[in-house]
């Protein structure tokens, strides 16, 4: 068979081969993934620009309210529903202090709060401060001004200079005519 018989056949089996179409969905972070089709098992790839990198494990949030489960990298796993928003009944027990307080006076529960927040942080600061302290962050900067003060009294050291071979010149000898190389030679070693 001929090179262009073999490229033609070649060329005949490659164009009966079906083109995968992939589908597409999104993050509900805007992220684009793509995928043969959406059902477990399938690979699942994140598009980033021309890039297609394999999606990471872990439970991603569709656009579409669906949570996306891969738990090996690149694989889809399952594809959950959206979770039903449930009403979820909060209910909240109030301090001693604040539920004898009418509700109609929210004002001074409010200002009663802020003071008991600004006494912790105060409190934080107070142990921040000693921790500081404790690291030498300050004391630091004080031991660095006396080693710097230190050192600029100190005497600079001795300077070195240099001290170049000397050269050995070697001669040619004169007896014979010099030539192009002889003369390139002679500049060299001037």
Do not use: C, W
């Given at each position: ?12 089996e ?8 992939f589908?597409?969905m999104?993050l509900?972070?805007g992220?684009?993934l793509e995928a ?10 994140v ?5 297609r990198v394999?999606a990471?494990?872990?439970?991603h949030?569709l ?8 738990t090996?990298?690149g ?5 959950k ?10 209910e ?17 529960a409010?200002?009663?709060i ?17 921790m500081?302290e404790?690291?030498?962050?300050y004391?630091?900067?004080?031991e660095?001004a ?5 050192l600029?009294a100190?005497?600079a050291?001795k300077a070195?200079?240099?001290?170049p ?16 190389i002889?003369r390139v ?6």
């Amino acid at each position: 068979m001929k090179a262009n018989n073999i490229l033609n056949r070649i060329l005949a089996e490659l164009s009966s081969i079906r083109e995968v179409k992939f589908e597409q969905m999104t993050l509900e972070n805007g992220a684009v993934l793509e995928a043969e089709s959406f059902e477990a098992g399938n690979e699942v790839f994140v598009i980033s620009g021309e890039d297609r990198v394999a999606a990471p494990i872990g439970e991603h949030l569709l656009a579409d309210g669906r949570i996306l489960v891969i738990t090996e990298e690149g694989v889809i796993a399952e594809i959950k529903d959206a979770p039903a928003a449930a009403e979820v009944a909060v209910e909240v027990e109030l301090p001693t202090e604040l539920a004898d307080m009418p509700m109609v006076e929210e004002a001074p529960a409010v200002v009663a709060i802020i003071e008991k927040v600004l006494e912790e942080i105060a409190m934080m600061r107070e142990e921040m401060k000693g921790m500081r302290e404790e690291m030498g962050g300050y004391a630091k900067k004080e031991e660095m001004a006396a080693v710097k003060a230190e050192l600029s009294a100190a005497p600079a050291a001795k300077a070195i200079k240099h001290n170049p071979e000397t050269k050995q010149v070697q001669k040619m000898s004169t007896n014979r005519p010099q030539k192009t190389i002889d003369r390139v030679l002679a500049r060299i070693n001037k």
